[in-house]
């Protein structure tokens, strides 16, 4: 029967990172020999002892989260007992109900990753879409402008006299800005001012 384990081990401060990849290495190597599974490899890296061990003020830590056979267990514990740049470790048995929570975390956290890259990879695809979408050429979009009629032209073209420049005026508000010649201005009714801005 497999369970939840967590192996604790205080590695030398003079060990090297390639003696510590190895040791890792070896510890998975028993776990999947033995039909166990490696969750999680926690290194804390170097921290100071509460006490002295072999005269030495600093210790590596490193947590391994795995599921075990307890044949497992007792193989693990013989081999870093004869370790020497294994300083002291413990193998504990975790609580199966707080496991159990953080499966669950992680598999909702996976599934939120997972829906978070699916809508990113479908927002791209569609950014392709509209890049990939026909440029049309500057006549084609001539073609298909609304076509005005004759006096909406002629409003809009700005009346030019040959004796005297006329004012012209936009008015903003409508689809298209509309240009008044000074003989259509005589035609707009004055702007209605409110009180309160005329006793300001």
């Known amino acids: 029967m497999r369970r939840d384990y967590e192996l604790g081990f205080i590695l030398n401060p003079e060990v090297s990172e390639e003696q510590t990849g190895a040791i890792l290495e070896r510890i998975e190597k028993i776990v999947?020999?033995?039909?166990?599974?490696?969750?999680?490899?926690?290194?804390?890296?170097?921290?100071?002892?509460?006490?002295?061990?072999?005269?030495?003020?600093?210790?590596?830590?490193?947590?391994i989260d795995m599921i075990l056979t307890p044949e497992t267990v007792l193989e693990l514990d013989r081999n870093l007992k004869v370790s020497e740049?294994?300083?002291?470790?413990?193998?504990?048995?975790?609580?199966?109900?707080?496991?159990?929570k953080e499966r669950e975390e992680r598999e909702a956290r996976a599934a939120a990753a997972a829906t978070q890259a699916q809508a990113s990879a479908a927002s791209k695809s569609e950014a392709e879409v509209e890049v990939q979408a026909p440029v049309e050429?500057?006549?084609?979009?001539e073609v298909q402008a609304p076509v005005e009629s004759a006096a909406e032209v002629e409003v809009q073209a700005?009346?030019?006299?040959?004796?005297?420049?006329?004012?012209?005026?936009?008015?903003?508000?409508?689809?298209?800005p509309v240009v008044l010649s000074s003989e259509e201005l005589e035609y707009v009714p004055p702007a209605i001012e409110d009180e309160e801005t005329i006793e300001a």
Do not use: C
Not at 40 to 55: C, D, F, M, S, T
Not at 85 to 100: F, G, S
């Open 85 to 100: 740049e294994v300083m002291r470790h413990i193998v504990k048995r975790r609580d199966p109900k707080a496991v159990q």
């Open 158 to 176: 700005p009346v030019e006299s040959a004796t005297e420049p006329e004012e012209e005026i936009l008015v903003v508000g409508e689809e298209e």
């Open 137 to 141: 050429s500057a006549a084609e979009v």
């Open 32 to 63: 999947k020999n033995y039909d166990g599974q490696v969750v999680k490899v926690n290194q804390w890296g170097r921290r100071r002892l509460a006490y002295p061990i072999e005269h030495h003020r600093d210790g590596y830590y490193v947590f």
